[in-house]
């Protein structure tokens, strides 16, 4: 059974950081292409991050570009969302999930996680 557990949100006032981890199971993390997603309320979900499994290159939205980075460490079989200088607007709840990463968009494919809360706020 294929699980990913997102953990690491939490409140953090503007200007911070966090970093989010997936774990996974049941499932190779470089087997595929995967990435962030995240929903705020009220909000369609919004593709965030992703690496190719073809190519090993990244993605990210323009909103968080230059601001977030997306890692993986094959041998824990975890990926990780760094995230700095958050702003109000990144509050969502943030999921990993199988994607195909393409060069100027994240679609989403299969979500198995329960995702984790970001609260920005002073």
Known sequence: QVQFVESGGGLIQPGGSLRLSCAASGFTLDSDSIGWFRQA??????????ISRSTGNTYYA?????RFTISRDNTKNTM???MNSLKPED???YYCATVFCLSN???IRNNWG???QVTVSS
Not at 43 to 49: H, I, M, P, T
Not at 62 to 66: E, F, H, L, P, T
Request: proline share 4%; aromatic share 4%; hydrophobic share 25%.
């Open 41 to 50: 309320p009220g909000k369609e979900r919004e593709g965030v991050s992703c």
């Open 62 to 66: 323009g909103s968080v570009k230059g």
């Open 80 to 82: 990780y969302l760094q």
């Open 91 to 93: 509050t969502a709840v």
């Open 105 to 107: 968009q994240i679609v």
């Open 114 to 116: 329960q995702g984790t």
